[in-house]
Every structure is written in C-alpha cells, then in structure tokens.
C-alpha cells in the first residue's frame, strides 16, 4: 500500500471517530425529543441530565483540534559540536536512504531507536525530525548493527510513516481521551453510591439495626457502555491502523540491508531481543542492586556496567539469539514477529559485507565515559542522585545484602516473636530449640492445607524447607551485624557468601558446607544446636 492509500486510511479511520460521536450526539438528542415529546415530570428531567452528561464526554472529543505534541524522552540532547562523529554517520545513512537527517539527536537510557517528525497539517507538509538513541544499543551493538539499525528509522522517513503517524496518534489519542472520561465519570458514581450507602450503614447501625452490604453493582452502567462502544472502534481503529504498520517494518528492513548490509541488519535484528532482555535482567540485579542500603553504582556506572555483564555472559547472549519469538509481542503491536523479520532478511543474496564496522558502536563516542556519567544526571530522579556513589560492584553488594538481612522479617522471625512475646533473635531461637519447643514453634509458622493437618513426621517434613530457609537468614543477618561475612560478586552467577576461617571444627573442606551441615542439625527430627553455636560468636554462644 502507497503512501497516498495509508494517508486516506488514516483519514477515513480519523473521520469515522467524528462519525461515531455525532452517531451518539444524534441519538441522545433523539432520545430528549422523544422523552419530553411523551410529557414533562422529574423522570423527563433525569433524562435530560443523564443525556447532556454523557454528551460532554463526546463533545470534548470532537473539540481536542490539535494533535498532542510530544514531550522530548528523558536523554542528552547531541549536538554536530558534541559528537562528531555519531552525526556525520546520521548524515551519511539519511543521504543513502534518500531522505532529510533529523534535526536533533536525543541519547536515551532505553533499548531502542526511533525516529518522529512534527509535521504540518495533518502530515500533508514535512516537520522538523528527531533521533532518539539508547546508550544501551551502543554498548552492546557494533557499529556495522548499528548502522543497520538507524539505516531502518531512516526508512520509515523514506516511506513517509512518520508524516502520516500524526493522523494515527490524533486518533488514537482522541479516542483514549473520550474513554478515559466515560470511566472517569463511572468511578466517580460508584464512589458517590457506596459513600451514600456507608452512611446508611452507619445509620442503621447507630439505630442498632443490622448494617446492609454495600453493593454497587450496576452503577454507573450508563458511562460503561458508552465507553464499550469507543473501546469496540478504538479496538478496529488500531487493528487497522496497525495492519499496514508491519508492512511498513519489512519495507524499512530491506531498506537496511541494502544500505548496511543484510549480515549486519540480520544480526542487529538477532541482537536487539537478547539486549533487551540483558538490559531489563542487568538493571533489576545489578544497577538498582544497592538502592535498599540507599548506595549508587560508581559515577558513570548505572548504565556503564551492562557492558561487563554483555562481556561476562556471551554464552548466554549467544542462546537469546538463537530463540527468536515467532508472535507478535501483542495484537496491537506494529512490529511483525522478529523471528520472520530475520527469516525474510537473510534469505536475501549475500553481498560480501560480512566483515564491515565490527568495533563497538559506543566508540562512535567523543568520550564515552562522560556522556555515561551525563546520561545518570539526565534520566534518573533526583532521589536516585542523592545517594552516594559505592567504590566499586563489590563495595555495593556488601552494603546491599547488609541491608538486606538487617531488615529480614522471615515467617520464623514473626512465629518465633509471637510464640515468646520477646524480640526474635538468633539466640531467643535456640534457647526454643535446645528447649524442644522447635515443632511447637513450627506450627505457627503459615501452613497449607496439607501441613497443618498433618502430625508427626510428616508435618516435620513439611515445614522442614521453610525452616532450613528462614534459620539460614537468620544466621546469615547475625554474622553480618558482627562483620564475619562478605559476599562475592559476580557478573556470571547469583551472589554467593563467604564465611572466611570457619570449618575448622568439622572435617568439611569449606565454611559454607560446615554452615550447611550446622543448619540441618538444628532442624533435625532431633535438634541438635551445638554445631551451629561453635560456628557462632562466644556472645551467642553463651546467650
């Protein structure tokens, strides 16, 4: 489909919300004329209120004139001055797809690329044009993926999908708008009713009586519905403004392969997806790792490190890449199936640029190092940059786990300060268990079913489990407040604590297996604490 086609879709599409709601206009006022045509009385007059109070929802719909202005995602604005050479290679990928460069770059903490334009009129005149660029891409890609990457927003603007995007998004917006507003309207009722029937309630009980459920079911009904029925066109509305958006895609893909190289856009588009899901693991475990003990990653850092874990876990990058999606990510998404987009990419001829741009795309940079540092002041909350900064992964994860078991409330620590009426503490525990009080104190500790009805035995197996885990942080957050443990860090595997000059007592080769074999014996059918109290400090040991 041309660009003239889509431009009539999207109008048609656009013209048919204005269809839709002087539709509902008309009949709401068909609806006065017929009520106050069979008389006039108080039920004339609620639906007269009832019909201009839906209609202002509606109205406000048609009046929204103006397609939205986008707000600048949060990033570094680059200038030609700022960095050379990222924009001589815009310029260079623009001219090869026979189009305009964009007119600002904007480098953003995301895994993504995108392109928009502000254009006049509906899209019927061009508008300025703007780069986003996530640092994360450049970390992880090489410049010749990279290329590829920009060489495929470029096409978009080569095919005039941003121009006619304005039509999409004023409809999509305007849409939105009108539903929110039906179940705005619908919230507000049914939180009128029920503070109107709480009163009641509380009447009724003050007169002694028995207080009625509250039970707002069927309110504000009359919004719901018209709110479904904007909710049926904006489902048709996206589906069809949607279909030819895939089309648009793998046009921009062969776009790419023919100005980057069909290697270099089938591996960027292998890439992405294991970025992506790097990215969201990378900034979940590591660069958020310290926010509990109030702790930043070093300066430069938060966005720095995803570069160690991409390095330190190349085999299983190597296996995303391999596990490509075969679905779209939803029935509104505009990006066909990533794995068919590959397919379709490299079934092309080969063209010899195997080899081309296979340096890291951050290079691109005038001073990487900076613009990391730069980036954390531009994306993340004030509240974030107040922190102090750790000396480095390892100082960040002591003071993480620290934290982390200073705070620790297990169902045992719970269990144990109820069955006692005294603070839960490592040694209030094993003064219960040499006491033989560890089953009693097991059964209140949150139980299914199966273990609360089971005896003996069996419950001891039980809760077995969940004892061995609570006991262990409970050990674990004591040998912490005396500082006789650390962590290892490590870009490859979970965090795994180090207990240094333990073990001695046992014939085990490690700390860790004494600790192991220490906690079993605790939570054994016959408690035994005595070797974990010779792993302890003489001050719990004697407690």
């Known amino acids: 489909m041309g660009a003239t086609l889509r431009a009539l879709r999207a109008l048609v599409l656009l013209l048919g919300f204005y269809l839709l709601s002087l539709v509902l206009l008309a009949a709401l006022i068909g609806i006065d004329v017929l009520v106050f045509s069979w008389g006039h009385g108080p039920l004339t007059l609620k639906v007269g209120i009832i019909t201009v109070l839906l209609a202002v929802p509606v109205v406000r719909g048609l009046l929204m004139l103006r397609t939205p202005k986008g707000e600048d995602p949060p990033g570094i604005p680059v200038t030609d001055a700022d960095e050379p050479r990222l924009w001589a290679l815009v310029r260079e990928l623009a001219t090869a797809a026979g189009t305009r460069a964009p007119h600002r770059i904007v480098l953003t903490g995301e895994v993504n690329a995108s392109v928009s334009e502000n254009p006049r009129l509906l899209g019927l005149f061009p508008g300025r044009r703007l780069l986003t660029l996530g640092v994360p891409l450049l970390i992880g890609l090489t410049e010749a993926q990279l290329r590829s990457v920009l060489a495929h927003e470029f096409g978009h603007f080569t095919g005039g999908d941003t121009r006619l995007s304005a039509l999409v998004v004023r409809g999509r917006v305007q849409i939105g708008r009108v539903i929110g507003q039906f179940h705005e309207r619908a919230d507000d009722k049914v939180a009128a009713d029920r503070a109107r029937q709480e009163r009641a309630s509380a009447k009724r009980v003050a007169k002694g009586k028995t207080a009625k459920q509250v039970n707002t079911a069927g309110v504000g009904a009359t919004y719901r519905t018209m709110a479904r029925i904007y909710t049926a066109y904006g489902k048709l509305y996206l589906r069809a403004s949607l279909s030819t958006a895939r089309g648009q895609e793998y046009a921009a893909d062969l776009a790419a392969a023919r100005i980057a190289g069909r290697d270099a856009t089938a591996s960027a588009l292998r890439e992405i997806p294991a970025l992506s899901a790097s990215h969201d693991f ?211 595997r979970p965090a795994e604590v180090r207990l240094p000059g333990w073990g001695s007592e046992t014939t085990d080769d490690t700390p860790e297996a004494a600790l192991e074999a220490a906690l079993e014996a605790a939570i054994a059918d016959h408690p035994d604490t005595s070797p974990l109290r010779a792993l302890l400090p003489p001050a719990v040991q004697n407690a």
């Open 282 to 492: 990378y900034v979940e475990s590591y660069a958020t790792l310290g926010l509990q003990a109030r702790l930043m990653p070093p300066l430069g850092e938060f966005f720095g490190g995803f570069g160690r874990l991409l390095t330190a876990r190349e085999a299983e990058l190597a296996e995303l890449r391999r596990e490509l999606p075969d679905e779209p990510a939803g029935p509104y998404d505009s990006h066909p199936p990533i794995a068919e987009r590959v397919r379709r990419i490299e079934a092309l001829p080969a063209d010899g640029r195997a080899d081309e741009a296979t340096g890291a795309a951050l290079a691109l940079l005038t001073d990487p190092a900076r613009t990391l540092a730069a980036l954390e002041d531009a994306v993340l909350v004030n509240r974030l940059l107040a922190y102090p900064r750790a000396a480095g992964w390892q100082e960040l994860l002591d003071a993480s786990m620290a934290a982390g078991l200073s705070s620790a409330q297990t169902p045992l620590h719970q269990a144990l300060a109820a069955y006692t009426g005294q603070p839960a503490t490592l040694a209030a525990l094993l003064d219960v268990i040499d006491d033989g009080r560890l089953w009693r104190l097991a059964e209140r500790l949150p139980l299914s079913e199966e273990a609360a009805a089971a005896k003996g035995r069996v419950f001891r197996e039980f809760v077995r489990p969940g004892l061995h885990r609570s006991l262990r942080t409970m050990v674990l957050a004591d040998f912490s407040s005396r500082s006789l443990l650390h962590w290892e860090f490590s870009w490859t």
